[in-house]
């Protein structure tokens, strides 16, 4: 490409005197002998949309790529045997079996690939027998759900106060919310670790050990708590927003303040709830630091989808077939929510954006 | 259907008194507007008595009942909002039906009262058959057409429901068509509460002189003399005892468009003074009647401000001939004419007879 601007430059420099030169830039320059990239340049120059749809397909194509193709790749090493893994390639799920040809005149045998190998779909059924995978799903989705639906509720009543009153401190106050989701988590880690292996005789009633180490509370709690703040944010700025004759005709109409919250004010800002469920819920669905330590990891001790997947790690032997089958499945659940909530999320995510 | 009633009603924020030592008694099926410009309190008020806003002091009782510290479900009131009607997350007859399904009516009971709403009225607030409506600027946004068709429609919904009604507006007009009385407020305080042509023909302050009435009442500023008012541009003759000023005192004397004459048309007013000359500044013909601005002399300056001294508005007849800039001479109706005490601007008589 780089001999072609000195071309360009000679072609247009030899020309003929400047107004006829103004004249052929206006018929697009057609004459001129030009690489197919420069006349594509040329044009792009006189229509500027050229330019930005094809910045777009790029960008987009780009980004597709990396975000697909992980998935693509868990799914061709969930999909080929485990004794093909090293052979696999990006479109040859079943490894490529190789036969050695035995070359003439030197003693020397070739490697050479023969065909695909078969493949195997039965590591999407392995996952579930080898382990109980289904339970460690199950436990996920339980504290993600639970977590969220706690997160709205008290971030719900957060966001009501911060943004819909006007009171004393507020700002204070909203400061600290803030300052608390700084924190790294693991800074918590260690204290939180030991309060929940504590035995505390108050919940021996409860949980049948006396502490919260190996139960879902042990994840739910902390993670609760650190998403909190940003789910306080993202509904403040929806809540603050409802006309306060709304609130006001539906409390004189016979809710209470609390009432008319859960009636009125969340339904018209479903985008900015939905925003906040769905960040909230992928977060601790997907969290890995809190999910790994607070339990020992079994099935049964409400170990999450995370300890699932680990589990396939042996001493000897790593199963990659079944971690990549796992890890689609459990990927499954925030796909099919993020599907479901997309149109809101959007809305909601560009809602908040603008409006301060 | 209830009586409310308002006894030292104060509403403090941090450093403004929106509302202050107000009393006043609604009775049971009246229909009482609270009118003045905007910020005087009147909104406050109503939202007092809704229970939106809790007072910083005094009481309110609706239907004999103390509600100060009940919230708005439970005082038995339905409100109508200026912006507000509907639910937007709600179908008509989620919206129509929200009040009664929150007060735990049968099913049976929502759909008859629905359909009966839908029939008759339109508005969702009249479904709870409460004690008392509130209505807070219902009207606001609506075109002048419609505004206009809407009063005569309040007022005949009035008469049907037979409720008492307290109704907010900084429409003047609007609170002279349909109350029963008018409760006039300026920066908090109550000025004036009575019947419509009361506040317009014995209007208690200078303020409630200048507010109700379009358009408003002219002023002039001067003093009480020996034998009558004197201002810059004219006098008036009257027998300060009988109306028990002593001269010397500084007074505002207000009369308003309608009961200014033109000489030739002296006759008509039921006790002219001697006339005076003036000069034709802009005039507004209506249709119907010709709004004449005046001024006492060629030098007096106007400004943007509205009308300021020396500067007079009158009501013609639409037939009467006059032309801008013309010389004309005027004469005021003694019997309709105010004095306002300048400093704290309470009336001091209505006429000047």
């Excluded at chain 1, 799914?75 to 485990?82: E, G, H, K, L, S």
Aim: proline share 6%.
């Amino acid at each position: 490409m780089s001999d072609r601007p000195v071309a360009d430059g000679g072609s247009t420099a030899d020309g003929d005197p400047t107004v006829e030169m103004a004249e052929q830039a206006e018929r697009d320059e057609p004459d001129l002998d030009r690489g197919v990239f420069e006349a594509w340049a040329a044009k792009a120059i006189s229509n500027p949309n050229r330019a930005y749809r094809a910045t777009f397909y790029v960008a987009t194509i780009f980004f597709l790529v990396t975000t697909l193709f992980p998935f693509y790749w868990l799914f061709v090493i969930a999909m080929t045997p485990r004794n093909a893994l090293s052979t696999t390639g990006v479109l040859t799920p079943g490894g490529t079996p190789r036969a050695a040809v035995d070359l003439p005149l030197i003693d020397a045998a070739l490697s050479v690939p023969v065909g695909l190998g078969p493949i195997n779909p039965g590591s999407f059924v392995d996952i579930f027998q080898t382990l109980p995978f289904h339970r460690y799903v199950f436990n996920s989705f339980l504290i993600a759900t639970v977590a969220t639906v706690a997160v709205l509720f008290v971030g719900s009543l957060a966001g009501y106060v911060f943004g819909r009153l006007d009171f004393r401190g507020r700002n204070p106050l909203l400061l600290l919310v803030l300052v608390t989701s700084f924190f790294p988590p693991a800074a918590f880690f260690i204290p939180l670790n030991r309060l929940f292996n504590a035995n505390v005789d108050v919940l021996r009633p409860l949980i049948s050990a006396g502490s919260l180490y190996n139960t879902p509370y042990a994840i739910f709690i902390p993670l609760s708590a650190i998403f909190l703040p940003l789910a306080i944010f993202i509904l403040m700025t929806f809540y603050s927003q409802i006309p306060d004759g709304l609130e006001d005709a539906a409390r004189v109409e016979g809710t209470t303040r609390i009432g008319a919250l859960f009636r009125v004010i969340v339904p018209l800002s479903a985008p900015g709830v939905a925003t906040a469920g769905v960040l909230t819920f992928i977060s601790v669905y997907n969290e890995y630091f809190f999910s790994s330590l607070m339990t020992d990891g079994q099935p049964g001790n409400w170990a999450p989808m995370l300890e699932g997947t680990l589990r396939f790690q042996g001493e000897f032997e790593v199963l990659y077939n079944l971690m990549a089958a796992s890890s689609i499945v459990a990927v499954l659940p925030v796909a099919i929510l993020v599907v479901v909530a997309q149109e809101k999320i959007v809305s909601g995510l560009t809602t908040g954006a603008v409006k301060e | 259907m209830a009586s409310v009633t308002l006894s030292g009603v104060t509403k403090r924020y941090e450093d403004v008194t929106a509302v202050n030592e107000m009393n006043l008694e609604i009775d049971d099926g009246e229909f009482v507007t609270f009118v003045g410009p905007s910020g005087c309190g009147k909104s406050t008020t109503m939202e007092t008595i809704a229970g939106l806003t809790l007072p910083t002091g005094g009481t309110i009782e609706i239907g004999g009942r103390e509600v100060t510290d009940l919230p708005p479900k439970d005082r038995g009131i339905s409100m109508v909002f200026q912006n507000i009607a509907l639910f937007p997350h709600m179908d008509v007859y989620d919206n129509i039906s929200f009040g009664l399904r929150l007060r735990k009516y049968e099913q049976e009971e929502v759909d008859r009262r629905v359909d009966e709403a839908a029939d008759i009225v339109q508005l969702n607030e009249m479904m709870d058959q409460p004690d008392a409506f509130l209505m807070d600027e219902p009207l606001a946004n609506l075109d002048a057409e419609l505004k206009v068709h809407m009063r005569t429609q309040l007022q005949r919904l009035h008469r049907e429901l037979d409720t008492t009604i307290v109704y907010v507006t900084h429409d003047q007009a609007q609170a002279m068509t349909m109350s029963d009385r008018i409760a006039v407020m300026n920066r908090g305080v109550l000025q004036q509460v009575a019947p419509p042509l009361e506040c317009y023909n014995e209007p208690a302050n200078r303020f409630v002189a200048g507010f109700i009435g379009s358009p408003a009442m002219n002023f002039l500023k001067g003093e009480v003399v020996d034998g009558g008012f004197e201002s810059q541009y004219t006098d008036v003759d009257f027998d300060p005892a009988a109306h028990g000023v002593r001269p010397g005192r500084g007074v505002t004397a207000g009369v308003r468009p309608e009961d200014i004459y033109l000489e030739r048309a002296a006759e008509e007013a039921e006790s002219p003074t001697k006339p005076f000359d003036a000069v034709v500044d802009v005039i507004e013909p209506m249709g119907s009647e010709v709004f004449v601005y005046l001024l006492f002399d060629r030098d007096v300056e106007t400004s943007a401000e509205g009308r300021g001294e020396g500067q007079l508005l009158i009501n013609l007849d639409p037939d009467t001939e006059v032309t801008e800039g013309d010389d004309v001479r005027v004469v005021l109706d003694r019997e309709k004419t105010h004095l306002f005490d300048r400093e704290s601007g309470d009336a001091i008589t209505h006429s000047l007879e």
